[in-house]
């Protein structure tokens, strides 16, 4: 593993910094997304989702919980997890602070008047959570299976260390909060303490950046304790098994990721840090192939992991029934962290495929136009009317159906928006020889190499509907340094055009090395033009269907209002290539007669050429769906 040079400083804007890897990641005061796609959804994100997701957590209680002002200990309101909203609340307020929040004073207001709320409900010995260890409730820890009591406290240190680094540092009282909270852990939990873990891991996550934060040693070593821990089935039996908690097989033994999804995937991503900060490649080996396997048989187009309901797990390989598909909006954040991770140490860009088609067909998908409501799970086949839901009913059930303004389980919407508000970090990185463009969005970059040389870069980017990216140099020497490229698995046939002309690429990373002139431009052309995909034949939910993508971008057949065509009786032409349209992508398509209602099973259809006329059918990207009301959905289309 190459080397990169140390970077752990308490400012910066990263969400990861780890001290090795093949590429150094950028703060948010060294990349700022400025236009287009993501920008349009980072303002939302600032004006319309944090207020909605605070003024729902003081409505029903939750900040409350921190101070008594709305119940005593023994009637906490919300759910055992819900510190945790709080938290990644806290933690998406101070991301949008490190990204130039429009009003910052007020927003750093707010973030000190739920640190200080947090700071009087912590006790003398560290120990912090609402809902366990105050008078009435039960005692600390015992319920390890579901109490989320170490969850809850990743949580509150990842929410420090995104304040520390975004203009707090070392003496921000939120740290001093995280301090305690950490010293508390690893005294009830270290090598002297109690043997245990938590039901759901995330405490990993926390302790490992905090170690980075602050260079303390033992929170590190604490974080590699709890990952070595887990797999000896230590938590109680439990009718979901212990794969659901993470505890069924030691994660060096593992092949692929299993279980419940966000909590094998929280998992899988503290141990890439703990292999990377301890040298571990072994375990970064190791982790790496559970996730290329999970990706390769149990992932669905969309990127979306958790094909399971009952306990929101992964299923088997191959067993990705479209439309019993879970993919929580939380296990896409968890997927991109965890391919982030895998990225910086390895420098494979196959994880930037990973993250892409996850922002725009997982994240971009769960928030609504109005930024006041969500998805917690994305199907990929809505075979019923999506529902018109009450504004300001907090919904129950939270395993499907519409976006809702608040569900009882509201961890998707906090988790969304903490990437939102960071994301600007995952655009661009520092490698050996320069530059490496990742994802493309409209940004400004100003950062140094790794011989220190200030370097500058202005990126104008048309995605996902136009391919056009072009990047200028806006600051440089007169030495060469280099400007990596990525051009994605989906666009086949690129075109590079610099100074030198225009030329063909090939998919994967192209380096452009040399001396650059300020005003300099490059440009890349990706092809967008709209493909039939085929689903692995093992996928027996999908077998004798193709789904449509146009560049990035997944798209589906959506049916709107009370008299739209049944969608289970729809028939696509795939000899026919998809073309573009106004608004969307069209295919060749009919509707066959629905079969009698008495049987649904019969002999064979004999199978011969057909001849039935087909029309145009209209697809919208499956980002798009459920936002004109009630509307039934499905992304892969049988064919003729």
């Known amino acids: 593993m190459t080397v990169t040079s140390p970077d752990t400083t308490a400012v910066g804007g990263r969400p990861v910094v780890p001290s090795r890897g093949k590429l150094r990641p950028l703060g948010q005061d060294e990349v700022r997304i400025t236009g287009g796609f993501w920008r349009t959804r980072q303002d939302l994100n600032a004006t319309a989702s944090l207020p909605h997701a605070r003024s729902w957590m003081d409505k029903l209680g939750w900040t409350g919980n921190f101070t008594g002002s709305d119940a005593t ?23 949008e602070v490190g990204r130039g929040a429009a009003a910052p004073d007020a927003l750093r207001a707010q973030i000190a008047e739920l640190t200080s709320a947090i700071a009087a409900a912590q006790a003398p010995d560290g120990y912090l959570h609402t809902a366990f260890g105050r008078p009435g409730q039960p005692d600390r820890y015992s319920d390890l299976l579901w109490g989320h009591e170490l969850y809850c406290t990743g949580h509150l240190l990842q929410a420090a260390v995104a304040r520390a680094r975004t203009g707090g540092g070392d ?35 926390g302790l490992v950046e905090l170690a980075r934060v602050t260079g303390e040693q033992r929170y590190l070593d604490q974080a590699a304790l709890f990952v070595e821990r887990r797999g000896h089935r230590t938590l109680p039996r439990h009718h979901f098994g212990w794969s659901y908690f993470s505890d069924d097989e030691p994660v060096r033994e593992s092949t692929v990721l299993h279980g419940h999804a966000v909590r094998a995937l929280y998992l899988a991503a503290a141990a ?9 490649d072994e375990l970064l080996r190791t982790v790496a192939a559970q ?3 999970a990706l390769a048989r149990r992932t669905y187009l969309t990127g979306g992991m958790g094909s399971r309901h009952t306990d929101e797990s992964f299923g088997d390989d191959f067993a990705l029934p479209a439309d019993r598909a879970y993919s929580e909006t939380c296990a896409g954040v968890a997927a991109i962290m965890l391919a982030w991770r895998l990225l910086l140490a390895t420098g494979d860009g196959r994880y930037d495929e990973v993250i892409e088609r996850i922002l725009y067909n997982v994240v ?9 409501s969500f998805f917690y799970a994305h199907t990929l086949h809505q075979r019923t009317p999506t529902a018109a839901l009450s504004e300001d009913e907090e919904q129950l059930g939270f395993g499907g159906g519409p976006r ?9 919407l906090p988790n969304a928006a903490r990437l939102l508000a960071g994301l600007s970090c995952y655009l661009v990185t520092v490698e050996d020889t320069g530059l490496r463009l990742h994802q493309y969005a409209d940004s400004e970059v100003s950062t140094r190499l790794v011989d220190g040389r200030e370097v500058g870069l202005r990126v104008r980017s048309g995605l996902p509907e136009d391919g056009t990216v072009t990047v200028r140099v806006t600051k440089t020497d007169d030495q060469p340094w280099s400007i990596t490229l990525r051009v994605p698995q989906w666009a086949v046939g690129a075109q590079l055009v610099t100074t030198h002309g225009r030329r063909q690429v090939p998919v994967g990373d192209i380096v452009v090395y040399r001396a650059f002139a300020v005003d300099e431009e490059i440009r890349l052309e990706l092809p ?3 493909r039939f995909t085929a689903p692995d034949p093992r996928i027996d939910a999908t077998r004798g269907c193709v789904a449509v993508e146009r560049g990035p971008l997944v798209y589906c057949a959506e049916a709107v209002g009370e008299d739209a065509v049944d969608l289970d009786t729809l028939r696509v032409d795939d000899t026919v290539p998809p073309v573009d349209a106004a608004d969307g992508v069209e295919v060749r398509a009919r509707f066959d007669a629905p079969g009698p209602d008495s049987w649904p099973y019969g002999p064979p259809e004999r ?25 039934t959905m499905r992304v892969w289309l049988p064919t003729t």
Request: charged residues 25%.
């Open 171 to 205: 003496a921000d009282p939120l740290l001093a909060v995280a301090r305690r909270a950490a010293d508390h852990v690893c005294e009830a939990f270290g090598p002297d303490g109690t043997p245990a873990v938590c039901g759901h891991p995330e405490i990993e996550l």
């Open 272 to 280: 890439v840090d703990v292999a990377v900060e301890t040298g571990d």
């Open 364 to 372: 971009a998908t769960a928030i609504g136009d109005d930024g006041r």
């Open 73 to 95: 200990p023994a009637h906490r309101r919300g759910r055992e997890f819900t510190d945790s909203e709080v938290y990644k609340l806290l933690e998406a307020m101070s991301w």
């Open 528 to 530: 967008t033009r709209p």
């Open 404 to 412: 809702a303004p608040w569900f009882e389980v509201s961890c998707c």
């Open 291 to 293: 996730f290329d396997r």
């Open 607 to 631: 199978r011969t050429p057909n001849s039935r006329a087909t029309t145009a059918l209209r697809l919208v990207p499956y980002h798009r769906w459920a936002r004109g009301g009630p509307s």
